[in-house]
C-alpha cells in the first residue's frame, strides 16, 4: 500500500472523484488504526451553486482554496461532520466529499463510536463514517500527506463506476457528479 502524494490530489474534483474510488482512508487513533474503502464521492467545483467554495474565500471554506491534498472538514445541520478532500487545479478552489465507506479496520471501534453493529450501515453516509472513523473539525486543515490522517492506494479496481446527481444538497442537484462503483452499491448512501 502506498499513501497518496500530492500531485494526486493537484487536479479537477470531477476527475479526482473517480479516481478516489477504491482508495482507502485511514485514520490513525488513540483507540487503534480506523479505515474503510472510499465507495462513493461527491464533486464540488468553483462556480458550483453546491459548493462551499462558490461564493468567495471565507474563514470556513479557505480550506478548499488552499494547497490540494488537506482534509476540509465542516459542521452541517448542527449534527454531523463532512470529510471532503481538497483537491483541485492551480488557483482554482475545489474538493471531493467523501460520501461512504466500506468498513476495513477497527470495526469494533467504529460499531461503538456509532452505537449500531450492522456493517453496512456504519459508513454509508458523510455525517456516518466521520462518526464512525472519528473525524471531526480537528481534523479540518489535517494534511493528507501526514501519519493521522490520510489515503492510501492498496491496488483494488474499482470496476465500473456510475455517475448519479449528487443528494442531500438544494442546488445544482441535477448535476451527475455523484460517483460509486456499480459492484459496491450496498455501501453507499441510502438515497
Known amino acids: 500500500m502506498s499513501k497518496l502524494d500530492r500531485d494526486f490530489y493537484i487536479r479537477d474534483p470531477l476527475e479526482a472523484a473517480p479516481a478516489l474510488l477504491g482508495k482507502v482512508v485511514v485514520h490513525a487513533t488513540g483507540q487503534g488504526v480506523l479505515s474503510g474503502r472510499i465507495v462513493e464521492t461527491e464533486a464540488y467545483v468553483a462556480g458550483d451553486e453546491a459548493s462551499h467554495c462558490t461564493g468567495g474565500l471565507t474563514p470556513r471554506n479557505c480550506m478548499l482554496f488552499g494547497e490540494p491534498g488537506h482534509a476540509y472538514v465542516y459542521f452541517i445541520y448542527g449534527l454531523h461532520y463532512c470529510l471532503n478532500l481538497v483537491c483541485h487545479l492551480p488557483g482554482i478552489a475545489g474538493g471531493v466529499m467523501i460520501r461512504a465507506l466500506e468498513p476495513l479496520q ?24 466521520t462518526q464512525a472513523m472519528g473525524i471531526d473539525l480537528t481534523h479540518n486543515g489535517e494534511d493528507l500527506l501526514g501519519d493521522r490522517l490520510y489515503v492510501v492506494d492498496d491496488g483494488t479496481d474499482p470496476g465500473a463506476v456510475v455517475s448519479r446527481p449528487r443528494i442531500g444538497i438544494r442546488l445544482a442537484t441535477e448535476k451527475p457528479w455523484r460517483f460509486y462503483p456499480e459492484a459496491w452499491r450496498q455501501w453507499v448512501s441510502k438515497r
Open 106 to 129: 477497527g470495526i469494533d471501534v467504529m460499531r461503538h463510536n456509532r452505537g449500531r453493529d450492522e456493517l453496512r450501515g456504519l459508513c454509508s453516509g458523510p455525517g456516518k463514517l
